[in-house]
């Protein structure tokens, strides 16, 4: 993080060269982690070299992010907020660098970037999860996304959201199991949507508390209709006020 956005740093890299310094030391670094993982689909220098080279387009992608947040949040103050402190940015980002090392067949550590991001947010995204570009999730905190989720561009979520399976079984493994969401859809709080076959149609709407196991099209508006009885008693006050 600190070499995709500076402001991260725990100290400056002011210059060209304190940059190729830290991106040095950090492919070694991955390298020497990568060798402690079994099974590895290809030399773990040659993976590290790999993933260092796609940071560049990490960091785009990133960006157009950040830039979605801050045109959707009027409490967002610039890019660099966003980048520095926003949990649902800093989740968005360990997921597609934990994507981009599930994407190379990489176990075990694409996952425990992921639960990092979980512990230091409470957004739990699985790395398998397909995510499109200008993703923004506003406050996030319960948001839940599972492995075979797919999401378009432009796509905007909510605190408590659930995109989860109908049924988990371990014999479910390996199918479909998680919504797809299609793009400029917008889901709001506490929604949850269930199911492998179930699609949010493109610019859709799914209100808060939401709980839907079927497809619905494009531009739909779903939602419930609020029942909000309030009642009062008397005021008790009122029976003590007396005169002699």
């Given at each position: 993080?600190?070499?995709?956005?500076?402001?991260?740093?725990?100290?400056?890299?002011?210059?060209?060269?304190?940059?190729?310094?830290?991106?040095?030391?950090?492919?070694?670094?991955?390298?020497?982690?990568?060798?402690?993982?079994?099974?590895?689909?290809?030399?773990?220098?040659?993976?590290?070299?790999?993933?260092?080279?796609?940071?560049?387009?990490?960091?785009?992608?990133?960006?157009?992010?950040?830039s979605a947040i801050l045109a959707s949040d009027p409490a967002a103050q610039g890019l660099a907020e966003i980048i520095s402190s926003y949990p649902g940015f800093y989740a968005t980002a360990l997921y597609r660098l934990a994507h981009a090392l599930?994407?190379?067949?990489?176990?075990?550590?694409?996952?425990?970037?992921?639960?990092?991001?979980?512990?230091?947010?409470?957004?739990?995204?699985?790395?398998?999860?397909?995510?499109?570009?200008?993703?923004?999730?506003?406050?996030?905190?319960?948001?839940?996304?599972?492995?075979?989720?797919?999401?378009?561009?432009?796509?905007?979520?909510?605190?408590?959201?659930?995109?989860?399976?109908?049924?988990?079984?371990?014999?479910?493994?390996?199918?479909?199991?998680?919504?797809?969401?299609?793009?400029?859809?917008?889901?709001?709080?506490?929604?949850?949507?269930?199911?492998?076959?179930?699609?949010?149609?493109?610019?859709?709407?799914?209100?808060?508390?939401?709980?839907?196991?079927?497809?619905?099209?494009?531009?739909?508006?779903?939602?419930?209709?609020?029942?909000?009885?309030?009642?009062?008693?008397?005021?008790?006050?009122?029976?003590?006020?007396?005169?002699?």
């Amino acid at each position: 993080m600190a070499l995709l956005f500076p402001q991260r740093a725990e100290r400056p890299l002011p210059t060209a060269d304190a940059v190729a310094a830290e991106l040095h030391h950090f492919r070694a670094e991955l390298a020497m982690l990568l060798a402690q993982v079994p099974a590895l689909p290809a030399p773990a220098a040659e993976l590290a070299e790999e993933f260092t080279a796609q940071l560049p387009v990490l960091r785009a992608a990133l960006l157009r992010d950040a830039s979605a947040i801050l045109a959707s949040d009027p409490a967002a103050q610039g890019l660099a907020e966003i980048i520095s402190s926003y949990p649902g940015f800093y989740a968005t980002a360990l997921y597609r660098l934990a994507h981009a090392l599930h994407q190379r067949g990489l176990p075990r550590l694409p996952r425990l970037l992921s639960e990092y991001a979980h512990q230091r947010t409470g957004i739990d995204i699985h790395p398998g999860a397909q995510i499109g570009p200008a993703f923004c999730i506003d406050h996030g905190t319960g948001l839940v996304i599972g492995e075979t989720a797919i999401i378009g561009a432009n796509v905007q979520i909510y605190q408590g959201v659930t995109l989860g399976a109908l049924s988990v079984t371990k014999g479910l493994q390996g199918t479909k199991r998680h919504p797809t969401i299609e793009d400029y859809a917008v889901i709001y709080a506490g929604a949850t949507i269930l199911g492998g076959s179930t699609v949010i149609g493109a610019y859709s709407i799914i209100g808060g508390n939401v709980w839907l196991t079927e497809s619905v099209p494009s531009h739909s508006r779903v939602y419930h209709r609020a029942h909000i009885n309030i009642s009062r008693s008397v005021d008790p006050a009122a029976e003590l006020v007396f005169s002699i």
